[in-house]
C-alpha cells in the first residue's frame, strides 16, 4: 500500500510540475511576443522613427516590477517625442547624434533618448 502512494505521489507531483513549467514557458514567450510587438514601429511611426508608445504602454502589464514606473516612463517617452534606446544599460543606450539619454530612478523604467534641448 505504501509503495502504491508514493508512485502515485511521484507521478502526481512530475505531472504538476511539467504542467507548471508549460504555463511559465508560455507565459515567458507571451511576454517575450508582447515586447517585441511594443518594439516595432505603428505606420505613423515608421514615418517619424518614433516607437509604439500605445504598445509599450499595453506591455507595462507583463513588467516584472510592476506597471508603475513603466507606464510613467513611456508617458514620458511620448511628452518628448523620444525614441526607445537601444542596449543593455543607459551607459550603452548609443543615442543617435543630437539625443541623450534618459530614464526614470526606478524600477521597471524604459531608457529612451530624447532630443537634447
Same mark, same amino acid.
Given at each position: 500500500?505504501? %509503495?502504491?502512494? !508514493? !508512485? ?16 511559465? +514557458? ?8 508582447? %515586447? ?6 505603428? +505606420? ?18 507583463? +513588467? ?16 518628448? %517625442? ?11 543606450? +548609443? ?9 526614470? %530612478? ?12
Amino acid at each position: 500500500m505504501t %509503495k502504491l502512494f !508514493i !508512485i502515485t505521489l511521484l507521478l502526481f507531483s512530475t505531472t504538476v510540475f511539467a504542467q507548471t513549467n508549460t504555463i511559465k +514557458n508560455v507565459s515567458v514567450r507571451d511576454r517575450e511576443a508582447e %515586447k517585441q510587438r511594443a518594439l516595432s514601429m505603428d +505606420n505613423e511611426g515608421l514615418k517619424s522613427g518614433l516607437p509604439d508608445y500605445d504598445a509599450l504602454a499595453r506591455a507595462c502589464r507583463n +513588467n516584472e516590477a510592476g506597471p508603475g514606473c513603466c507606464l510613467t516612463s513611456v508617458e514620458r517617452m511620448r511628452n518628448k %517625442k523620444a525614441l526607445l534606446a537601444p542596449g543593455d544599460t543607459l551607459a550603452h543606450a +548609443n543615442c543617435p547624434e543630437g539625443y541623450q539619454p534618459n530614464m526614470l %530612478k526606478c524600477p521597471g523604467s524604459h531608457r529612451w533618448c530624447e532630443p537634447v534641448e
